[in-house]
T-cell receptor, first 113, second 113 residues
């Protein structure tokens, strides 16, 4: 079945540092890939998505490129802010997903001033 | 455009009781999904509804049930509550279901004591 493996957390960075959160996947066919973010006490917000190989999703300074050859969708940001502190989830949907998103375990990011 | 709305946001129930959670999807969205989030199990798919029909169900016991109304609003019910049912229950909506982008509500925090 489908699966998503995320970089273990927690991750602690200083403000303006470079962020990478690794995400790799196993899926049937050609999945759509997503990054969601969850701020403390809130639900999930869609951060970015990519639906085909080599697509780059971007939003709020975050980027991720759909790499089919390495089955990866790593999240990056060039300069993090304190307000980026949250839990980040990588997720996929594929034809084998039976109409559900498959999530990674989440990565807690803390940005210190 | 209003987002996905879930009620109640917080509730405390006693073991053995039942609970009903409500979800109003984004206007125009016909697919509603439910997910359970716990620290130990992460995000797990409960079920998905489209046009009042359950299209898919996750691996949860029969105590967990749901339904969707003609206006796309959805409810989920958990009967005979157990301590392990304490979780954040997230509702999500999309236009027609995956692979359309899925948008989440802020969730209903259930505590079973």
């Amino acid at each position: 079945g489908d699966s998503v493996t995320q970089m273990e957390g927690p991750v602690t960075l200083s403000e303006e540092a470079f962020l990478t959160i690794n995400c790799t996947y196993t899926a049937t066919g050609y999945p759509s890939l997503f990054w969601y973010v969850q701020y403390p006490g809130e639900g999930l917000q869609l951060l970015l998505k990519a639906t085909k190989a080599d697509d780059k999703g971007s939003n709020k300074g975050f980027e991720a490129t759909y790499r089919k050859e390495t089955t990866s969708f790593h999240l990056e940001k060039g300069s993090v802010q304190v307000s980026d502190s949250a839990v980040y989830f990588c997720a996929l949907f594929s034809s084998g997903s039976a109409r559900q998103l498959t999530f990674g375990s989440g990565t807690q990011l803390t940005v210190l001033p | 455009k209003a987002g996905v709305t879930q009620t109640p946001r917080y509730l405390i129930k006693t073991r053995g009781q039942q609970v009903t959670l409500s979800c109003s999807p984004i206007s125009g969205h016909r697919s509603v999904s439910w997910y359970q989030q716990t620290p130990g199990q992460g995000l797990q798919f409960l079920f998905e509804y489209f046009s009042e029909t359950q299209r898919n169900k996750g691996n949860f016991p029969g105590r967990f049930s749901g339904r969707q109304f003609s206006n796309s609003r959805s409810e989920m019910n958990v009967s005979t509550l157990e301590l392990g049912d304490s979780a954040l229950y997230l509702c999500a909506s999309s236009l027609e279901g995956p692979p359309d982008t899925i948008y989440f509500g802020e969730g209903s925090w259930l505590t079973v004591v």
